[in-house]
């Protein structure tokens, strides 16, 4: 219940190309869900995120797709470029404060390549 | 320079030692975080601390350690009790964005490996 599931693990996408990484969760009660990009041996930064009042959200190349019904989201990433390439995470956490401090529960990660 | 530091970005130990990872902030956020990042796994909860003096265990507590004695500090010891402690250790701290909206934010990580 406390999973969210992240596919593809890895993801080659020619420069100008859409990449698309998807995640799937279990447990309704989740009504936050971040994007984190990082880059080899940095932590983790905040890309973009969603709450599921909304399908989408967009910023600049980056768009979060989300489907409450079907619990799963997703991100695009329009005309990718090579310095896009690096490890993507979805995450998933329930907001209200008296629960676990905002506990972030991560999907596996896909490793983006963008090949010029 | 506000943001979340985390030394050394290098650490080698020997088998038996404990070792302690420093974690500081200075964005005044109440909430701080250890990670655990191994090769194609996604982020995995050690410890959690949303206030001073006070911490919860994650999902992967089993053989470390941490206090919080300033708002500023959340120091993570990775014990001999860990049966595989080389991995990429990640701190983080939450900020309120608005309501009850938080985000929360990596440091540049600690790479432990003990042999």
């Known amino acids: 219940q406390q999973q969210v599931k992240q596919s593809p693990q890895s993801l080659i996408v020619q420069k100008g190309g859409i990449s698309i990484i998807n995640c799937a969760y279990e447990?309704?009660?989740?009504?936050?869900f971040p994007w984190y990009q990082q880059f080899p041996g940095k932590g983790p930064a905040l890309l973009i995120a969603?709450?599921?009042?909304?399908s989408e959200k967009k910023e600049g190349r980056f768009t979060i797709s989300f489907n409450k019904s079907a619990k799963q989201f997703s991100l695009h990433i329009m005309d990718s470029q090579p310095g896009d390439s690096a490890t993507y995470f979805c995450?998933?956490?329930?907001?209200?404060?008296?629960?676990?401090?905002?506990?972030?529960?991560f999907g596996q990660g896909t490793e983006l390549s963008v090949k010029p | 320079d506000g943001g979340i530091t985390q030394s050394p970005k290098y650490l080698f130990r020997k088998e038996g030692q404990n070792v302690t990872l420093s974690c500081e902030q200075n964005?005044?956020?109440?909430?701080m975080y250890w990670y655990r990042q191994d090769p194609g796994q996604g982020l995995r909860l050690i410890y959690y601390?949303?206030?001073?003096?006070?911490?919860q265990k994650g999902d992967i507590a089993e053989g470390y350690s941490v206090s919080r004695e300033k708002k500023e500090s959340f120091p993570l010891t990775v014990t001999s009790a860990q049966k595989n402690p080389t991995a990429f250790y990640l701190c983080?701290?939450?900020?309120?964005?608005?309501?009850?909206?938080?985000?929360?934010?990596f440091g540049p990580g600690t790479r432990l490996t003990v042999t």
């Open positions: 983080a701290s939450r900020s309120r964005v608005q309501g009850n909206l938080y985000e929360q934010y």
């Open positions: 447990n309704t009660a989740f009504d936050y």
């Open positions: 969603i709450r599921p009042d909304v």
């Open positions: 995450a998933a956490s329930r907001l209200q404060s008296g629960n676990q401090g905002g506990k972030l529960i």
């Open positions: 964005l005044n956020h109440d909430a």
């Open positions: 601390s949303q206030i001073v003096n006070d911490f």
